[in-house]
């Protein structure tokens, strides 16, 4: 029933920013724990943050520290990926995923569950 859609990737310069946002529709996004995942060609899906119901953020994602900050607004049921200083190694697809309960210890993709469709970011000159 719950269903989520990413935006904002796109291509950028290195050194560059893109706010990613994650909507939700079919239940209000505040019942839920949403995780931000990214997988790059050849490599398994990793976890980069995850915000819980209680607006509380846990960063999975150590070259994303000081760089990516994960926020979300539940008057408008979308949770953002801020990310800045984007490096070429960011360049993925970017997922977002529900939890549902207020809980983000773990960052197996198992964990999580009504996946979006991913959106593509490039980071490159």
């Known amino acids: 029933q719950v269903q989520v859609v990413e935006s904002g990737g796109g291509l950028v310069q290195p050194g560059g920013s893109l706010r990613l946002s994650c909507l939700a529709s079919?239940?209000?996004?505040?019942?839920?724990?949403i995780g931000w995942f990214r997988q790059a060609p050849g490599k398994e899906r990793e976890g980069v943050s995850c915000i819980d119901a209680s607006d509380r953020t846990t960063n999975y994602l150590d070259s994303g520290k000081g760089r990516f900050t994960t926020t979300r607004d539940n008057a408008r049921n979308t949770v953002y990926l801020q990310m800045n200083s984007l490096k070429p190694e960011d360049t993925a697809i970017y997922y977002c995923a529900l939890r549902g309960f207020d809980y983000c210890s773990g960052s197996d993709p198992a964990f999580f569950g009504s996946w979006g469709q991913g959106t593509q970011v490039t980071v490159s000159s």
């Open positions: 079919g239940y209000r996004l505040e019942y839920y724990s």
